[in-house]
C-alpha cells in the first residue's frame, strides 16, 4: 500500500506563511469524489497496518522532488489544484495568484524547487502455527 503525505509536500518561495497556508489547506481539502480524506495517510499506513496484529512489514519512503515549473510535471499539477482551494473557500485568490506568480518567476530564474514524500508499506499477513 503506498499513499502520498500531502502535508509534506513544499514548494519553494519568499512567502513562507502564504506557502504554508496553501500546503496545509491542500492537505485538510476533501475533493468532491472522496468519501473520507486525510493528508497525513502517508505518515500513518505503518501503523494502520501493524497496528491491527494482522501484517508484519516496513515502511519505505520516498522524495518526488521536480525543479522545473511545467504542465509535465508533478509539482506544477499540483500547483494549479490550488485553484480548486478557492472555489471552496479554503484560499484566497490573493494567495493562490500570487503563489502561482511566484512559481513562474522562480522557475524562468532557474531556482523552482517542489517536494513531496510517498510513503510505502510493503508487509506479509502474519500466519500463526499452532
Given at each position: 500500500?503506498?499513499?502520498?503525505?500531502?502535508?509534506?509536500?513544499m514548494f519553494?518561495?519568499?512567502d513562507?506563511n502564504?506557502?504554508?497556508?496553501?500546503?496545509h489547506?491542500?492537505?485538510?481539502?476533501q475533493?468532491d469524489w472522496?468519501?473520507?480524506?486525510?493528508?497525513w495517510?502517508?505518515?500513518?499506513l505503518?501503523?494502520?497496518?501493524n497496528?491491527?496484529g494482522?501484517?508484519?512489514?516496513?515502511?519505505?519512503?520516498?522524495?518526488?522532488?521536480?525543479?522545473?515549473f511545467?504542465?509535465?510535471?508533478?509539482?506544477?499539477a499540483?500547483?494549479?489544484d490550488m485553484?480548486?482551494?478557492?472555489k471552496?473557500?479554503?484560499?484566497?485568490?490573493?494567495d493562490?495568484?500570487a503563489f502561482?506568480?511566484?512559481?513562474?518567476?522562480?522557475?524562468?530564474?532557474g531556482?523552482?524547487?517542489?517536494?513531496i514524500?510517498?510513503?510505502?508499506y510493503?508487509?506479509?499477513?502474519?500466519?500463526?502455527?499452532s
Amino acid at each position: 500500500m503506498a499513499h502520498w503525505d500531502w502535508d509534506s509536500q513544499m514548494f519553494d518561495g519568499s512567502d513562507k506563511n502564504r506557502n504554508r497556508r496553501l500546503v496545509h489547506a491542500f492537505c485538510d481539502w476533501q475533493q468532491d469524489w472522496m468519501d473520507h480524506a486525510d493528508g497525513w495517510m502517508g505518515r500513518r499506513l505503518w501503523s494502520t497496518f501493524n497496528s491491527t496484529g494482522r501484517f508484519d512489514g516496513l515502511i519505505h519512503t520516498r522524495v518526488l522532488t521536480n525543479s522545473v515549473f511545467s504542465p509535465r510535471h508533478f509539482g506544477y499539477a499540483r500547483a494549479q489544484d490550488m485553484r480548486e482551494l478557492v472555489k471552496r473557500g479554503l484560499a484566497t485568490s490573493l494567495d493562490v495568484d500570487a503563489f502561482l506568480a511566484e512559481q513562474l518567476t522562480l522557475n524562468a530564474s532557474g531556482r523552482y524547487f517542489y517536494c513531496i514524500t510517498g510513503f510505502a508499506y510493503v508487509g506479509r499477513v502474519q500466519t500463526h502455527r499452532s
